[in-house]
């Protein structure tokens, strides 16, 4: 089934280690997104990258980083994990127009201790 | 500044009708989506206008009034597994899509 995977499911991390959530497309999605979702706040946009080889910063990029080697991977890497970096995590990709509308992965639920 | 409002949380009764409001004020607009997302899940489509006017898809419709600002998402013949949180989404100038927080429906028998 078509689809982003996204992994791992969940993770609880001490404070101060690193870790990289991954997220792998094969619709041949041109974009791809990061979110953390937190309640009350709703989704967060952390990178985004529009083609491989190049990212851009959402609204909430400190602590974390991106990559896009080729299109089909976009990884996220927190490089010291903190409390606050403690939620839930979604990779989405849409075509490069966004009028289809955004597919979402199922998401990593994140514990930072 | 770009901003996306729907209340917080509603509730209705199975079998009831629910209408779910969102406002926005954005740079640029290029369409407004409506996502359906249960507890621990990813959000899904639900919906996408960006002409003015109502869409139908089965028991949902979505309207939308440019002028206004405003759309709204209808839920009719509401069902248990209609439960979850709605999400008002809207594309931006940039084609980047801005979220509201979203409105959590509960529905009671």
């Known amino acids: 089934t078509a689809g982003i995977t996204q992994a791992p499911t969940s993770q609880i991390l001490a404070a101060g280690r690193s870790m990289t959530l991954r997220c792998t497309q094969d619709m041949r999605h041109n974009a791809m997104y990061w979110y953390r979702q937190d309640l009350g706040l709703g989704l967060r946009l952390i990178h985004y990258?529009?083609?491989?080889?190049?990212?851009g910063k959402g609204e909430v990029p400190d602590g974390y980083s991106v990559s896009r080697a080729n299109t089909d991977d976009f990884p996220l890497t927190l490089a010291s994990a903190v409390p606050s970096q403690t939620s839930v995590y979604f990779c989405?990709?849409?075509?490069?127009?966004?009028?289809?509308?955004?597919?979402f992965g199922s998401g990593t639920r994140l514990t930072v201790v | 500044g770009q901003n996306i409002d729907q209340p917080t949380e509603m509730t209705a009764t199975e079998g009831a009708i629910v209408q779910i409001n969102c406002t926005y004020q954005t740079s640029g607009f290029n369409g407004l989506f409506w996502y359906q997302q249960h507890a621990g899940e990813a959000p899904t489509f639900l919906s996408y206008n960006v002409l003015d006017g109502l869409e139908e898809k089965g028991r949902f419709s979505s309207f939308l009034s440019r002028s206004k600002g405003y759309s709204y998402l209808l839920l009719k013949e509401l069902q248990m597994k209609d439960s979850a949180s709605y999400l008002c989404a809207v594309l931006d100038s940039n084609y980047q899509l801005i979220w509201g927080a979203g409105t959590k429906l509960i529905i009671k028998p």
């Open positions: 989405a990709s849409s075509d490069l127009s966004g009028v289809h509308g955004y597919t």
């Open positions: 990258s529009n083609t491989a080889g190049t990212t």
